[in-house]
């Protein structure tokens, strides 16, 4: 057996990297102040977690690493995790020399390290302890204060090239063990390869979502959206109140979805799911207001978010908004598609789940739609036939 200094002759260094960099990682950025109060930074792929109590984590930075250098001088490090959509960044500040900081916004917090704007999340910490190991220094950060920032899915390290969290198509945990449930997710199994291909061909995300109770939940999903939206996550929720869930009311009796709403709404609501049940397809349309019921949406646990969280998110709604299952679109017209969705049912007309094109491009052709609504109804149609 090896002991801890032994190393074989021949483990090659550019082996070694290799192998391991098919352990994907996080990246982040480490920021700080030097001596002179100038802020400094440097890209990492080896933070973690190091204990609750007292709560602690920690990077290795390479000894010969100048900014950690300067780092150790005042004892305060933010660590930063980075959005997909941050690569730049990531890039720029692992860059030597030049002005690593010009036209990064920032600003401060607890221990005046800088907090990068965007951040999926940031920790920030004063030096607890270093220690040496090889090459290598393991610092250990006090955590004086953090939060989570603005969500969305994480830059990642895999193979010595840069990536994000998106499988070919994941299915949620964590959901209630019942027999219906149990039925659902049959069908997400039947529909995994074919919504990962439709990802590849229509350059979205495609999601199945299953009504449980009074809730709508993304039991699996596939592709990754287009750039500036966030994903969707595995097991999140919605409420099931209008103008959300309507593919689900209008192949069931929407009572219990129309009744969220006041009196003077409800016929309104009817309307909406009566057209997508004539129609055969659900769509949205993108407007400001989206992105923040995107955030809130994203926000909610995945473990059974309490009645509160779920009534924030409701009065994110707009139930009268044109936004929402559009009469009608036009050959020649730039549409600003949010959503195209469609039915999953079963052998007696009953519906199963929804399949969902999310994350489109700003604007879409009227042959882009048609595009993503018969892709959808294809794989839908392929579902009915083999469960009938």
């Not at 940031?122 to 955590?143: N, P, R």
Request: proline fraction near 9%; hydrophobic fraction near 40%.
């Amino acid at each position: 057996m090896l002991g801890i200094q032994e190393v074989p002759d021949s483990l090659d260094p550019a082996y070694f990297r290799l192998v391991l960099g098919h352990y994907p990682s996080g990246v982040v950025a480490i920021t700080g102040r030097n001596a002179e109060g100038a802020p400094v930074g440097m890209v990492a792929t080896s933070f973690t977690s190091v204990s609750l109590d007292p709560p602690l984590v920690a990077f290795l930075p390479m000894r010969t690493s100048t900014t950690w250098a300067a780092l150790r001088e005042t004892g305060a490090f933010c660590v930063n995790v980075l959005p997909a959509e941050q690569e730049h960044i990531s890039r720029q500040l692992a860059a030597k020399g030049g002005d690593k900081f010009g036209g990064i916004a920032w600003r401060t917090e607890t221990t005046g390290s800088p907090v990068l704007a965007g951040a999926v999340a940031w920790v920030d910490c004063t030096v607890s302890a270093v220690h040496e190991a090889g090459d290598h220094f393991i610092v250990v950060g006090l955590v004086e204060d953090l939060a989570i920032g603005e969500p969305a899915s994480p830059l990642l390290s895999f193979q010595g090239g840069y990536g994000t969290v998106a499988s070919p198509a994941l299915a949620a945990s964590g959901v209630p063990d019942l027999p219906e449930v149990v039925e659902h997710f049959r069908l997400v199994d039947e529909l995994r390869p074919r919504m990962a291909q439709a990802s590849r061909e229509l350059g979205v995300e495609v999601v199945a979502t299953a009504l449980l109770e009074d809730e709508v939940v993304a039991l699996a999903t596939s592709g990754h959206p287009e750039p500036g939206r966030l994903p969707t996550r595995v097991g999140q929720r919605m409420p099931y109140q209008p103008p959300l869930g309507a593919a689900f009311a209008a192949w069931s009796d929407p009572k219990r979805w129309v009744a969220r709403l006041p009196n003077e709404q409800r016929e309104h609501a009817r309307a909406l799911a009566r057209r997508v049940r004539e129609r055969g397809w659900s769509a949205t349309l993108g407007e400001s207001g989206n992105l923040d019921l995107e955030r809130a949406l994203y926000r909610l646990p995945i473990d059974a978010p309490s009645p509160e969280e779920l009534d924030a998110v409701g009065q994110l709604l707009d139930p009268l908004s044109e936004a929402y299952e559009p009469h009608t679109f036009t050959t020649k017209e730039r549409i600003p598609l949010r959503t195209v969705a469609v039915p999953v049912l079963g052998p007696v007309g009953t519906i199963r789940l929804v399949l969902t094109a999310y994350g489109l491009p700003p604007y879409s052709t009227y042959e882009d739609f048609v595009r993503y609504r018969d892709t959808l109804l294809d794989i839908a149609g392929t579902v009915q036939t083999l469960s009938a």
